[in-house]
């Protein structure tokens, strides 16, 4: 009776779900800093993480926050932070340093109306290009958005698979009204569940190469206490993981940090598509704003438009492959976003002329409604 | 002549290309051979040690050395050294700064680390300037000094590191310079051997920038002044209040008992009971 109720449909928050998310994929460390409108995901870690022998630690600001998470990874647990705009502003520094020195760990930003302290209740879109270009230095990132509580749940374990994976810190962009929105939704048992650890060396310690990647352009990563003395640097490094100016050497290093993601953008194409084939104005629209999107759609076929809406799930790297397919299909695409135009202007550079592509802008901190992108469609309908 | 190995050469990096960045005369290296010699006498494993450093001149210090060794952002080595305790409470972790990165830019770490007592030596080389970038003033820089950012004299006045640490409420705090390496030597020992948060302020001598606007342009000099200007813990009790405003004290300034932040949260995870299931 118990294992079946387990299975079924609950009711959660969307910041919840992010720790339910989190806790399967096996994040045994959190350390955070208070912040609306993420702070749920604290306050629930710190219940729960000591029941499964993780550590949750509150930190002095977010700058610690992220740094405390890229310790215990390198100590071997698998880490993340929650935090929204301002704090997301004070990770920079070691976003970059995680992404130099290949540390996996886990992001959530929840967005919140800005700039500066802004709308602290209210919801945005407006940290997507932060979150691509926010840190310093030419890096690559991964950024995913979920739309509701249930793929919040889902997004956080493919967050740290990834983040596993490529050894990189991926980022979870979303905003207030999927973090704070209950739904009720049913979880998958956790033997039903695909999770990733990172590759561990196959080789004596004494055979060990911090960075070399003749094997694989994901070098292998053991936990410091396992016997590989290593060193890990900010600095550009050679294979070894000691400093180095040589150009080739740091020509190298920047170059693999890139393409052990580009290598792989055609397995980051996650999206759903809904009465796209035979759309004349496709929706282009992710998080909160795909919602109302959808309904707009809904709407606007009754009354016999031809509309249909692509879901992004994947933000960074941008979904090129994806996007232009819709671009090519379609004679006008939409773009509604709760920003005055960021992922446009990545739809946009892509496009090349394929189509017309038209913005709904709205930062003022209230969420973009049916009516509002139903309005736009039939302006805009040829 | 007869070969004689250094004790030293067992944990220098086999691997690493030298020679190591820190100009002649620099006092990091005596504090990095005392560091040795008090990890290899209490009986470290090389892999049990997590060697830390922040960013500027010390920053480089762990580089050379056979321990897992992270070389983090400008302030922040105490934050990731307080994720590898607590992933880990196994490991002993020691975190190496400079005066302007423990005390300036990771200011706030600082203090917070030593509130909450995570089990972290730190270790915090003091030589009053900032050395990498060209001998700008720093929190412990004296009032009034010309360096290369205030030349018409330094308007703020100093840090008292060890002062800091002890009001913010670390376990262990000690001070030595590295004339007295010795000590150096056996105050690192102590802090190695405390459970909590212990911090050794290392009085050491950046002759390349602060010796010249000290008007001490030799380490030999420098070395002579630290000697001269300091007082051990038990001579300071015998001296006027005036006249101590004048020296440095050294030696063990705090030693207290102070629960550490990764015992209590591993008796807590022991309370709640191991339960997969529930989450």
């Not at chain 1, 702070?39 to 992220?66: W, Y």
Request: net charge neutral; hydrophobic share 40%.
């Amino acid at each position: 009776m118990t294992k079946e109720k387990r299975n079924d449909r609950i009711l959660l928050q969307g910041n919840e779900a992010c720790v339910r998310g989190a806790l399967m994929a096996g994040c045994r460390f959190y350390a955070g800093y208070p912040i609306t409108p993420a702070t749920e995901i604290m306050e629930h870690m710190s219940r729960q993480l000591p029941k499964v022998g993780g550590v949750f630690i509150q930190m002095e600001d977010e700058i610690a926050s992220l740094g405390a998470v890229i310790g215990a990874s390198l100590a071997g647990l698998k880490s993340m932070t929650a935090t929204s705009g301002p704090g997301f502003s004070l990770m920079q520094e070691h976003i970059s340093f995680a992404c130099m020195a290949e540390v996996p760990c886990v992001i959530v930003n929840v967005m919140r109306g800005g700039p500066s302290t802004g709308l602290p209740t209210l919801p945005s879109q407006g940290d997507v290009m932060q979150a691509r270009w926010g840190a310093h230095g030419d890096h690559p990132i991964i950024a995913l958005c979920p739309s509701s509580v249930y793929e919040f749940f889902d997004l956080t374990i493919k967050a740290f698979n990834l983040s596993e994976k490529y050894r990189i810190p991926v980022v979870l962009l979303t905003d207030e009204v999927v973090a704070h929105m209950r739904e009720s939704v049913t979880l998958p048992p956790r033997e039903k569940l695909v999770i990733e650890e990172r590759r561990k060396p196959s080789v004596p310690p004494e055979w060990y190469v911090p960075y070399d990647d003749k094997q694989i352009d994901v070098p292998p990563m053991p936990a410091f206490g396992e016997g590989y003395r290593y060193h890990v640097t900010g600095l550009a490094h050679d294979i070894r993981g000691y400093p180095t100016t040589r150009s080739d050497e740091v020509g190298h290093l920047i170059h693999r940090l890139f393409s052990k993601i580009t290598r792989d953008f055609h397995l980051l194409q996650w999206f759903d598509s809904y009465q796209t084939e035979d759309s004349v104005v496709t929706i282009v629209a992710y998080g909160s704003v795909a919602r109302s999107a959808l309904h707009a759609v809904k709407e606007a076929r009754e009354t016999g438009l031809k509309v249909g809406l692509v879901k992004l799930k994947v933000l960074w790297p941008f979904m090129r492959q994806t996007v232009v397919r819709f671009l090519e299909s379609s004679a006008k695409v939409l773009i509604p976003e709760m920003n005055m135009g960021q992922l446009s202007r990545e739809v946009k550079r892509v496009n090349q002329g394929r189509c017309e592509i038209v913005t709904l802008n709205k930062a003022n901190g209230t969420m973009l409604s049916p009516k509002e992108i139903l309005q736009s469609i039939e302006d805009i309908y040829p | 002549m007869k070969e004689r190995k250094h004790l030293i050469h067992d944990y220098l990096r086999s691997t690493k290309g030298f020679p190591h960045i820190w100009c002649p005369g620099c006092g990091i290296g005596v504090l990095l051979g005392a560091l040795i010699r008090a990890i290899d006498s209490d009986g470290y494993g090389k892999d049990d040690i997590v060697l830390i450093s922040g960013i500027g001149c010390s920053g480089r210090l762990p580089t050379y050395v056979d321990f897992n060794t992270l070389h983090t952002t400008h302030g922040r080595a105490l934050t990731f050294a307080t994720g590898i305790k607590l992933a880990n409470p196994s490991l002993k972790v020691i975190a190496v700064m400079g005066d302007g990165d423990a005390t300036a830019i990771g200011g706030n770490h600082f203090i917070h680390s030593a509130r909450r007592n995570v089990g972290i030596t730190s270790i915090v080389i003091n030589n009053n300037t900032y050395g990498m970038t060209g001998g700008q003033f720093s929190p412990t820089t004296p009032f009034g000094l010309k360096t290369s950012s205030s030349p018409y004299g330094n308007l703020e006045s100093a840090f008292d590191i060890c002062g800091l640490a002890r009001e913010a409420g670390a376990a262990f705090v000690a001070r030595s310079t590295v004339y007295h390496a010795r000590l150096l030597e056996k105050m690192i020992g102590m802090a190695l051997n405390k459970e909590g948060f212990s911090v050794v302020e290392v009085i050491s001598n950046c002759t390349t920038y602060f010796g010249r606007e000290i008007g001490l342009a030799s380490p030999v000099e420098m070395m002579k002044w630290q000697r001269d200007k300091s007082v051990t813990v038990e001579k300071a009790q015998e001296l006027q209040e005036e006249d101590l405003k004048q020296k440095m004290v050294i030696g063990v300034l705090v030693d207290r008992k102070v629960p550490a932040y990764h015992e209590l949260y591993q008796d807590l995870i022991g309370k709640c009971g191991l339960n997969e299931d529930e989450v």
